[in-house]
């Protein structure tokens, strides 16, 4: 009897989309294992060292952390095994082909669905100052951060989207409505 293929599953969306509460509901409705970069990131900025400094200056500024950094953080995740969500990464077109190299060495027989879910900006930056409010998270209080992260999300997006789905990995999920309807066309997707 064969046993089932692995699942990889990119998350992707501009800030506020809910991806990661997406990923969530996924992870426990499939079993799979969640990664946010943001959250491993954000671990790590809070380290007092040389590496955690460097990521704490960067993201305070909502700059891009370097790929070599998100690429030894993905890497030691992948190589746990099993199906897994990925929460907000790849973010850019170097960290997809980087992502895609180490798919092929540590998880080569995987599926893989990139999950774009497609929300207009002005709805995003709603949810991000209701965001502030409920989960009083730093990386949504300073304004020019936010309009940093934004900035790169709109340089980065169609890129990726074009690259994902040239290798027929792309699913568009409508993010609009509430998140049981967001999740309902997530399943829908993955099924």
């Known amino acids: 009897m064969r046993s089932r293929q692995r699942r ?13 509460t997406q990923a969530k509901l996924l992870a426990k409705k499939i079993g799979a294992k969640t990664f946010s970069m ?5 671990k790590i900025a809070l380290k007092k060292t040389a590496l955690g400094r460097k990521v704490n200056a960067l993201t305070d500024k909502g700059i891009l952390v370097p790929n070599y950094v998100t690429m030894e953080v993905a890497a030691n995740f992948l190589k746990k095994g099993g199906d897994i969500i990925f929460d907000g990464y790849p973010r850019s077109l170097g960290q997809a082909y980087n992502l895609n190299r180490l798919l092929i ?4 027989d995987a599926e893989i669905n990139f999950l774009y879910f497609d929300v207009p900006i002005s709805e995003l930056k709603k949810r991000l100052k209701s965001r502030i409010k409920k989960e009083n998270r730093d990386d949504d209080k300073d304004m020019e951060a936010v309009d940093q992260r934004f ?12 690259y994902y789905g ?18 309902k066309r997530v399943l829908k997707v993955i099924s």
């Not at 900035?151 to 074009?162: A, D, G, N, T």
């Open 166 to 183: 040239s290798k027929g990995h792309l699913r568009t999920i409508d993010g609009k409505g509430s998140v049981d309807d967001i999740h």
């Open 105 to 108: 060495k540590i998880a080569p």
């Open 38 to 42: 943001g959250e491993e990131l954000r």
């Open 8 to 20: 990889i599953i990119l998350f992707y969306g501009g800030p506020g989309s809910g991806k990661g």
């Open 151 to 162: 900035k790169i999300f709109k340089e980065k997006k169609q890129r990726l989207v074009e």
